[in-house]
Nanobody, 123 residues
Framework: QLQLAESGGGLVQPGGSLRLSCAGSGHTLDSYIVGWYRQTPGKEREEISSINFSGTCTLYAKSVKGRFTISRDNAKNTVDLQMNNLTPEDSAVYYC????????????????WGQGIQVTVSP
């Protein structure tokens, strides 16, 4: 059974950067497509980025394109999200999710979820 754990969140000032990491355990992560999602109170969880098995194909939501970069290191069993030029609107709980089916990733229904990590962007 795959387990996911996010790390790297916290408080950052507007314009700053954070790097989130999603670590897999219990199974090799290279068997899964991995997505990053975020959620704010009262809103649905939204996909912001995803990466395919080999890391050769990446997708980004319009709201983060050009500022966020997703990458994976299958040898380390991790998928990272580099977040630059952060704004207060990026404040949310960030989750990583993994599934074999891209439709599940795209519709925020992956088989496996991490526990989530808070990112707060504030002066």
């Amino acid at each position: 059974q795959l387990q996911l754990a996010e790390s790297g969140g916290g408080l950052v000032q507007p314009g700053g950067s954070l790097r989130l990491s999603c670590a897999g355990s219990g199974h090799t992560l290279d068997s899964y497509i991995v997505g990053w999602y975020r959620q704010t109170p009262g809103k649905e969880r939204e996909e912001i980025s995803s990466i395919n098995f080999s890391g050769t194909c990446t997708l980004y939501a319009k709201s983060v394109k050009g500022r966020f970069t997703i990458s994976r290191d299958n040898a380390k069993n991790t998928v990272d999200l580099q977040m630059n030029n952060l704004t207060p609107e990026d404040s949310a709980v960030y989750y990583c999710g993994a599934d074999w089916d891209p439709k599940m990733i795209a519709t925020a229904r992956p088989a496996y979820w991490g526990q989530g990590i808070q990112v707060t962007v504030s002066p």
